[in-house]
């Protein structure tokens, strides 16, 4: 028998298709149907709905895009960016203690934040070398033993060693910062206050993208990433484009709510550049680094990739990111927990990530981005379901702790039977 002829897979039916793709996207696919129920049972508008999913999306999504590059590097979920986070908050404190307002304190804040993230980051990326395959416990322990060092400083410190005389951060006795900051005329809204469209604008203009970004990929390909033309994908989107700008100017022309809504432009921008460059990275030869590193080091390390090294430059650029990310969360927020601010951002962005339909192996910008919507989604309905449901307000805040916490079990434990469906499927066609 010649060894050269191959032998083609019979072609999928439609109803195997579609099991397929569910099968794929279980994850995904539940927490779409838990939204739409807890959406249904809320008795929320979809404008007011719109209208807090704009708000938090462009509160989180930089946070969550900043777990994409060590996914890639094959460290798994990263959830350490706490530490991102601690740094962004130290920064934040020290520029409102000196006054600086508006983009110049964000510019300070940001110019603070990254050496002392990239230290950080670059000591965790140490620690995770030495401990592989262990990086997700291995960071939240350093999480909290990384909060306890914060809270010494800013509770017992301040004040006491460290010189901070500001009688509204700090507490009466002179030692210890409150409980509670206001960034109200300092850093609030510096960020998101530069320029606001509506959102009916602002989603005309974002469709017409789709609609170029369609064409263009459909005519040309992306030959790096093996993408030929003719890619039936980018009609898709170009569809969707279109699609969601008549939608949207046929909403212009009615008294909607929707025509309340405002989109911060400038925050928007920068989510979207952290998706351009994620997007680019990839292509680079670090980013192919990364890849390789992720996916097998052995093999790295043979031909001629220092795989400590990638993993170490992983960590520092997610921690960066995560500082970044954070700053934005707290500019958009406008006060925030001293001491509690920080702890669950790790929590809560790794479960946004699980429920787009990432794993501790594999995830994308779009996993990222569909994963902040959906949680967020369900965060916001959840609360008002659960008292609809069981008559009770107080069990709808215990349903909102169950959601966040509960997502990241209950995606872990998803994603690791649809790993078992697949591994059963692919034996059964051997």
């Not at 460290?162 to 509204?168: A, G, V």
């Not at 872990?412 to 039977?417: E, G, K, Q, S, T």
Request: proline residues 3%.
């Amino acid at each position: 028998m010649d060894d050269n002829i191959k032998i083609t897979p019979p072609e999928l039916s439609m109803g195997q298709k579609i099991k397929k793709t569910l099968t794929h996207n279980m994850v995904t696919v539940f927490f779409i149907v838990l939204c739409i129920i807890g959406f249904y049972y809320s008795g929320l508008t979809f404008g007011f709905l719109l209208n807090d999913i704009v708000t938090r999306m462009v509160r989180n999504s930089f946070l969550v895009l900043a777990l994409l590059l060590p996914v890639m590097a094959g460290m798994g979920l990263n959830f350490a960016i706490v530490l991102g986070a601690m740094c962004a908050q130290a920064a934040v404190i020290f520029v409102t203690h000196w006054g600086i307002v508006g983009l110049p304190g964000i510019g300070v804040t940001i110019l603070l934040t990254t050496p002392l993230a990239m230290l950080l980051g670059y000591l965790t990326g140490l620690l995770f070398n030495k401990a592989k395959g262990q990086e997700m416990i291995g960071g939240m322990i350093l999480g909290f033993f990384s909060n306890g060092i914060y809270q010494l400083i800013f509770l017992i410190l301040i004040g006491a060693v460290i010189p901070f005389n500001n009688e509204t951060l700090v507490l009466s006795s002179g030692v210890g910062l409150r409980t509670t900051i206001d960034l109200a005329d300092g850093l609030k809204y510096a960020i998101d206050d530069f320029w606001r469209l509506p959102f009916t604008t602002a989603g005309m203009g974002f469709g017409a993208l789709m609609l170029v970004h369609g064409i263009i990929r459909y005519i040309k390909g992306i030959p790096s990433l093996g993408h030929k033309p003719g890619n039936k994908k980018y009609i898709l989107s170009s569809v969707t484009g279109v699609a969601l700008a008549g939608w949207l100017y046929y909403i212009k022309g009615t008294a909607s709510f929707i025509n309340f809504i405002k989109v911060p432009m400038l925050t928007a921008i920068l989510i979207g550049l952290m998706c351009v460059f994620t997007t680019y990275f990839i292509r680079t030869k670090l980013g192919q680094d990364f890849r390789t590193v992720g996916q097998d080091r052995h093999i790295a390390d043979v031909s001629g990739i220092h795989s400590d090294k990638t993993r170490l430059t992983a960590m520092i650029m997610s921690t960066v990111f995560a500082s970044w990310g954070h700053v934005i969360f707290l500019q958009n927020l406008g006060t925030f927990s001293t001491y509690g601010s920080h702890e669950q951002i790790g929590f809560y962005s790794v479960a946004a990530l699980l429920i787009g339909g990432a794993s501790v192996t594999n995830a994308k910008i779009s996993h990222a981005l569909l994963g902040t919507l959906l949680f967020h989604t369900l965060f916001i309905v959840s609360p008002l379901a659960g008292r609809n449901l069981f008559g009770d307000a107080q069990l709808g805040e215990y349903f909102r702790v169950f959601v966040a916490y509960g997502v990241i079990g209950v995606s872990l434990v998803m994603h690791a039977w649809r790993k078992q469906l697949e591994n059963k499927r692919r034996l059964s066609q051997q």
